[in-house]
């Protein structure tokens, strides 16, 4: 069985939902040991796992650490609200935020 569920459109026609879109948080920070598990905490605390976590230590020295984490089916203002929480950690330098839905590519 499919788990795309199915909803009854004009005259009963049946038709595929749209999938859920996925929010994609991009982080900047200092390699700080605390800032991967403050990152994790804002989602944690709402009972939350994400989709998909990669972070990479960066910079000619290793000063840098970028964190991108996916998370799917989340509602756009947690979306905001987390993001807003993620440009506040001690650390972050930047965050960048965007919605992928179905149409995109991979």
Same mark, same amino acid.
């Given at each position: 069985?499919?788990?795309? !569920?199915?909803?009854? @459109?004009? /005259? $009963?026609? &049946? ?6 879109? =996925? ?31 990669? !972070?990479?230590?960066? @910079?000619? /020295? $290793?000063? &840098? ?6 998370? =799917? ?34």
């Amino acid at each position: 069985m499919s788990p795309v !569920s199915r909803s009854r @459109g004009p /005259a $009963g026609a &049946e038709r595929a939902a749209a999938p859920a879109p =996925t929010y994609c948080f991009a982080v900047q920070a200092a390699a700080d040991p605390g800032v991967m598990s403050r990152v994790l905490e804002l989602f944690a605390k709402r009972g939350l796992v994400p989709s998909r976590w990669h !972070s990479t230590v960066a @910079g000619a /020295a $290793g000063e &840098e650490l970028h964190i991108d984490v996916q998370m =799917t089916a989340l509602a756009p203002d947690l979306g905001d609200t987390i993001a807003r929480g993620l440009r506040r950690i001690v650390h972050v330098q930047a965050v960048l935020t965007t919605v992928k839905t179905a149409g995109d590519a991979p």
